[in-house]
C-alpha cells in the first residue's frame, strides 16, 4: 500500500488572456484517454484507501447503521392519474426498485390504496402491475439510471430512457404494457425523458449540442426510425437552452427556451393543432417567466409566473393567445417580502409554491365562478420546515399531494383535501430501531455578515448532546449557487453523525435562494464572493455562540459548492478541522475561459464570462479556487469525484488536488468513482457505501471515530 501521495508531473502550459498570462502546470490531467492520466487517477485511489484503511471497520458500522434503520421492502404512497394509481417498490437486497400501477376501484374516492403488509416476493396491491423492474434493466452494468418514464395518454404504453455510462446521455424504449413487449423504437443521445401527445402516437424530447447544451426539440412518430424524426425547435444563442412539456390540463404542449435570467415559451394548441407552434411573448432580456393553463371564472387563461414587475415574481393571467407584457393581468402581486417559485392550476384550486422569510410555504388560492374564492397558506407547526407538492397529475384532482418535513421529522407524504381543508398523513418515511424526533432539537439562527447581511443557519442536535452546554463537533455544509435553497430536511444518513453526539448545520448563504432573489442576486457574477464571506461568517458565529469550535468544524460541499469548499480552503483555513469537496467546481475560470466545454456559455449569467470581459477575469482570478492556492497551511480535504461526470469534469479536482500538494504540501485525499457520473454511483447500497466512506472521514476528523 503506498505509504506516499502520487506526484503529478508538472508540464506548465501558459495562455494569456486581456494582456494577464496564467501558467497552468497540470492541464494534462484533461486527457482522460491517455492512460498515463487513468494511471494517476488510480494511483490517487490507491493512496486514498491506503489513507483511510484505519476506518474500513467505521465505514462498515456506518453502512450497516444505514441498512438497520432503512425499511428496505417499502412502496412509495400511490399517485392516481388516468384511471390507475402508480407506485414505486424497493426491495431488500436490491439495488433498485421497480415501477409499478394498480387500477383505479372507486372513481370518487381519492385515498391512495394502502397494503396490510408489504413483502419483497408478493405484490404490494391487488391487481398490481410491474411496469419496470430496474433491477433487470441495470443488470450487467456498473452504473444504471432511470432518466424518465411516461405512460401514454392511452395508459396502454411507457417511455422510458436509461443511462448505463453516467454521462447523461440517455436511450429511450418504448414498452407495449398490453403485451409487456418492447417496440421497435429505440432513440438515442436523449436528454432525460419524453413528452407525449394527446393521442399516443407520437412523443417529443430534447437532444444536445457538442456543449452538452439541450438545443433541439424533436418529435418522434412511433414506428419511425429516429433518422426520420421532425425537428420542432432548435435554440440557436448557446445561452440558452430548451426542453419540452405538457399542461396538466392536456390541452397544451410547451417549448421553454431558457437561459439564467431570461425565458421564452412557445405552445401547441392540441384543440387547434393546425394553427401550429405559437410564441406567446417574445424573449426580453432578464424576463423570466412561465405558462400554465388554468380556467379562471369560466375562462380558459394562461398563467403567467413572471418578474418583469418584480424581482420576486408576480402571478398573472393572459388570454389563449400570443400575448405581449402588456396584456399580462396581475392574479397576485409582486411582494418583495414573497417570492414566488411556482404554480399549479387544477380544476378547483391553484397552488402556488412561494417562500418567505427563508422558508417554504404552500399557498392555496381555491376557485369559483367568479374566479378567487379564497386565498390561503397550508399552516405547520414547527420553527424550521420544507413543504411542497408533487405526484399531482390530474387536472381534476380535488386533494393535494404534500411533501413536509424538518431536520428532525422524516419526510411526510399529506393528502390535503381542498374540499374541506383537512389534512391526511399518508405515510412517513419509517427510521426502523426505535427513532424519536423529540430527542433531537433545531434551530434557525441567524450569522452577521461582513456587509451586514443576516445570513441564516438552520442547525439539529442531540438534545443530550448540548445538554453540557460545551461545543460539540459541527458538520457544516453549504451550497449558495443557481438560487437553489439548501431547506432543512431530514436524513437517515445524517443520524450516524447525531446520534454520536455531533451537530448538523446548512449556512444558507447567499447564491442561493433562500431569502428571495436579492439573495441570488447579491451572490452571483461580481458579488460572487459574498457567498464565500458569508459561509465563514456562519462558521464564526458557530463558535462564537458556543456551538463548536474551528477544529471541530468540518466543511461539506459539493458541485458548485464544492466551488465553495475551495474558496473557504483559500480565504480561512483557519476556521475548519476539514473539508469535504464533491464533484467541486474547482477551476472555474479554467472552465469559463472554453466556450467548447459542457454548460460555460449557458453559464455566464451565473458567473460572468471572463473571455469576453477583463473585469471578469480578473474577479474571477481573485477567488477560483485552484488559481489561488498558496504555501499556508490548508486543514485535511477529501476531494470526490467521477471520471464520467459531465457537468464538472474530474479534472479540476485533480489538478486542484495535485497544486495543494505542490503549492502547500497539504493533507490531501482524492477519490475518483471510474463508472460513474455527476450523481455519483449507482444503486441503493452502493450509495450507502460511498456515503458511509465521506462520513467516516468526516467523525475521523471529528475525533468521533
Known amino acids: 500500500m503506498p505509504e506516499q501521495p502520487p506526484v503529478a508531473a508538472r508540464r506548465p502550459v501558459t495562455s494569456t488572456h486581456h494582456g494577464r498570462t496564467r501558467t497552468d502546470d497540470y492541464e494534462w490531467l ?17 493512496y486514498t484507501a491506503a489513507r483511510t484503511a484505519h476506518l474500513a471497520d467505521l465505514r462498515q458500522r456506518l453502512f450497516e447503521e444505514i441498512k438497520a434503520r432503512t425499511q428496505e421492502t417499502d412502496l412509495s404512497v400511490p399517485t392516481r392519474n388516468r384511471g390507475y394509481w402508480y407506485y414505486g417498490r424497493s426491495f431488500e437486497g436490491k ?48 452504473f444504471f439510471s432511470l432518466g424518465g418514464s411516461a405512460v401514454s395518454p392511452t395508459t396502454t404504453l411507457l417511455a422510458y430512457s436509461t443511462d448505463v455510462k453516467g454521462d447523461e446521455r440517455y436511450t429511450v424504449r418504448v414498452k407495449d404494457l398490453t403485451t409487456g413487449d418492447l417496440l421497435p423504437d429505440v432513440l438515442e443521445g436523449v436528454m432525460g425523458g419524453v413528452t407525449w401527445d394527446r393521442a399516443g402516437e407520437s412523443f417529443y424530447y430534447s437532444t444536445v449540442d457538442a456543449s452538452w447544451r439541450p438545443d433541439k426539440v424533436w418529435r418522434h412518430v412511433l414506428g419511425t426510425d429516429q433518422d426520420e424524426d421532425e425537428l420542432v425547435y432548435h435554440e440557436t444563442d448557446e445561452r440558452f437552452w430548451c426542453g419540452v412539456g405538457r399542461t396538466r390540463t392536456d390541452r397544451f404542449l410547451v ?29 426580453e432580456e432578464g424576463v423570466e417567466y412561465n405558462l400554465e393553463h388554468a380556467r379562471l371564472g369560466g375562462e380558459d387563461v394562461f398563467l403567467v409566473l413572471h418578474n418583469a414587475t418584480g424581482a420576486d415574481f408576480e402571478l398573472a393571467t393572459a388570454p389563449i393567445a400570443p400575448t405581449p407584457r402588456s396584456g399580462w393581468q396581475p392574479l397576485i402581486p409582486h411582494d418583495p417580502a414573497v417570492r414566488l417559485e411556482e404554480v399549479d392550476a387544477f380544476a378547483s384550486h391553484l397552488v402556488v409554491h412561494q417562500r418567505s422569510q427563508g422558508l417554504t410555504q404552500l399557498r392555496i388560492l381555491e376557485l369559483c365562478d367568479d374566479g378567487v374564492r379564497d386565498d390561503y397558506l397550508v399552516a405547520f407547526d414547527d420553527e424550521l420546515y420544507t413543504i411542497g407538492s408533487g405526484g399531482n397529475p390530474a387536472f381534476d384532482q380535488p386533494t393535494v399531494r404534500i411533501g413536509y418535513t424538518t431536520m428532525r421529522i422524516p419526510s411526510s407524504i399529506y393528502d390535503y383535501d381542498v374540499r374541506d381543508r383537512s389534512l391526511h398523513l399518508r405515510k412517513q418515511q419509517p427510521v426502523l430501531g426505535g427513532y424519536d424526533p423529540e430527542d433531537y432539537e433545531e434551530h434557525r439562527l441567524w450569522a452577521t455578515a461582513e456587509d451586514g447581511a443576516h445570513v441564516p443557519i ?60 436579492r439573495w441570488y442576486d447579491e451572490g452571483k457574477q461580481l458579488a460572487k464572493r459574498n457567498t464565500f464571506t458569508d459561509f465563514i461568517a456562519c462558521a464564526r458565529h458557530l463558535v462564537a455562540t458556543g456551538w463548536t469550535t474551528p477544529e471541530l468544524t468540518i466543511a461539506e460541499g459539493g458541485s458548485a459548492g464544492g466551488l465553495l469548499m475551495g474558496a473557504v480552503a483559500n480565504l480561512a483555513p483557519e476556521q475548519f478541522g476539514g473539508i469535504v469537496a464533491a464533484v467541486p467546481f474547482v477551476d472555474n475560470l479554467t472552465t469559463m475561459l472554453d466556450a467548447t466545454l459542457p454548460l460555460t456559455v449557458v453559464e455566464y449569467d451565473e458567473w460572468g464570462n471572463p473571455e469576453a470581459d477583463p473585469e471578469v477575469y480578473d474577479y474571477i482570478a481573485s477567488y477560483a479556487p485552484y488559481d489561488n492556492v498558496a504555501p499556508h497551511p490548508y486543514p485535511p480535504i477529501l476531494a470526490e469525484t467521477s471520471l464520467n461526470d459531465t457537468r464538472v469534469l474530474y479534472v479540476e479536482p485533480a489538478k486542484w488536488v495535485a497544486k495543494l500538494r505542490a503549492v502547500a504540501g497539504a493533507d490531501v485525499l482524492l477519490k475518483t468513482e471510474m463508472a460513474a457520473g455527476h450523481g455519483g454511483v449507482s444503486g441503493r447500497y452502493k450509495a450507502w457505501h460511498d456515503r458511509a466512506f465521506s462520513l467516516a472521514w468526516i467523525l475521523d476528523r471529528m475525533g468521533l471515530a
Not at 484533461?30 to 490507491?46: C, F, G, T
Not at 435570467?261 to 405559437?278: M, S, V
Open 255 to 283: 417549448i421553454e427556451s431558457g437561459a439564467k435570467t431570461t425565458t421564452e415559451y412557445r405552445f401547441l394548441d392540441q384543440d387547434r393543432p393546425e394553427a401550429g407552434w405559437q410564441l406567446f411573448a417574445a424573449r
Open 458 to 517: 438552520s442547525i439539529v442536535v442531540r438534545r443530550d448532546a448540548r445538554a453540557a452546554g460545551k461545543p460539540v463537533p459541527l458538520h457544516l455544509y453549504g451550497y449558495g449557487s443557481y438560487e437553489a435553497s439548501m431547506d432543512p430536511s431530514f436524513s437517515l444518513f445524517r443520524l450516524s453523525v447525531l446520534d454520536r453526539g455531533a451537530a448538523f448545520a446548512i449556512a444558507h448563504v447567499r447564491g442561493g435562494g433562500e431569502m428571495g432573489r
Open 95 to 142: 439495488e433498485y426498485g421497480a415501477s409499478c400501477r394498480v387500477p383505479v376501484a372507486d372513481e370518487d374516492d381519492w385515498t391512495p390504496p394502502t397494503p396490510a403488509e408489504v413483502a419483497a416476493d408478493q405484490p404490494a396491491l391487488p391487481g398490481e402491475e410491474v411496469l419496470l423492474d430496474h433491477n433487470d434493466l441495470a443488470e450487467g452494468h456498473d
Open 30 to 46: 484533461r486527457d482522460k484517454d491517455n492512460p498515463e492520466v487513468i494511471a494517476y487517477l488510480e494511483a490517487e485511489n490507491a
